[in-house]
């Protein structure tokens, strides 16, 4: 699938909030400044286009709804700014977050322990 632009994602989350919506209403919850009616129209076609999102036509109208989970999007942008930037390495994105102070050792503790918790109950 191709990437979205920033204001994709922007509709995006919009779509994964209220799971079908006709443009209008993805016009309401954009914030100010507000981008012209038919520009939300043309973008919402593109991210049709790239796979992202579905629709329903009612005769000229029609409501969209998004096609990949909010879960599953994160897991894709993840892994390709992991890829991208950190040579597929997540131990390097800990290390620079924590580098960057961005991470603390309190909460670098707590993933590790989730972790743990995690891979116990799978076991089990």
Partial sequence: ???LTRKEEEIMQILWEL???FVKDILERIPEPKPHYN???????FMVDKGYIGYKAYGKTHEYFPLISKE?????????????????SYKSVISFMAKEEEISIDE???????IENEKSEHNE
Avoid: H, P
């Fill in 39 to 45: 520009t939300v129209s043309s973008m919402v076609r």
């Fill in 108 to 114: 670098l503790k707590e993933i590790i322990s989730m």
């Fill in 72 to 88: 599953s999007y994160s897991k894709q942008s993840l892994s390709n700014l992991v890829n991208g930037y950190f040579s597929n």
């Fill in 1 to 3: 699938m191709k990437a």
């Fill in 19 to 21: 799971e079908k919506a």
